[in-house]
């Protein structure tokens, strides 16, 4: 089994910052690309970004400029630093890993997700 755990959500006011973390542990022998999706209330779930091992980050449009997705491969990690954040940021933030496990498959995983909240 492959567990995905994120951190770092909550309430900032527009303009202002935050941090996601989401650590994947379990049956893993590595991991192709990390991201994050987002879904808000009525809405589907969006791509945010996303970023393979060691190549180029993907950034939906709404957010470029704004936030970054890097990750640490020794911790399995990846993160979604979110600066200038507005109220339409609002949503329950997912990350999403591709994973080859030890049985030797590739599978998606998604976090349980983390609520962030930009309002005044």
């Known amino acids: 089994q492959v567990q995905l755990v994120e951190s770092g959500g909550g309430l900032a006011q527009p303009g202002g910052s935050l941090r996601l973390s989401c650590a994947a542990s379990?049956?893993?022998?590595?991991?192709?690309?990390m991201g994050w999706y987002r879904q808000a209330p009525g809405k589907q779930r969006e791509f945010v970004a996303s970023?393979?091992?060691?190549?180029?980050?993907h950034y939906a449009d709404s957010v470029k400029g704004r936030f970054t997705i890097s990750r640490d491969n020794a911790k399995r990690t990846v993160y979604l630093q979110m600066n200038s954040l507005k109220p339409e940021d609002t949503a329950v933030y997912y990350c999403?890993?591709?994973?080859?496990?030890?049985?030797?498959?590739?599978?998606?995983?998604w976090g349980q997700g983390t609520q962030v909240t930009v309002s005044s």
């Open positions: 999403t890993s591709k994973v080859v496990t030890t049985s030797l498959r590739i599978e998606d995983y």
């Open positions: 379990g049956s893993i022998v590595s991991i192709n690309t």
């Open positions: 970023m393979p091992p060691g190549g180029t980050t």
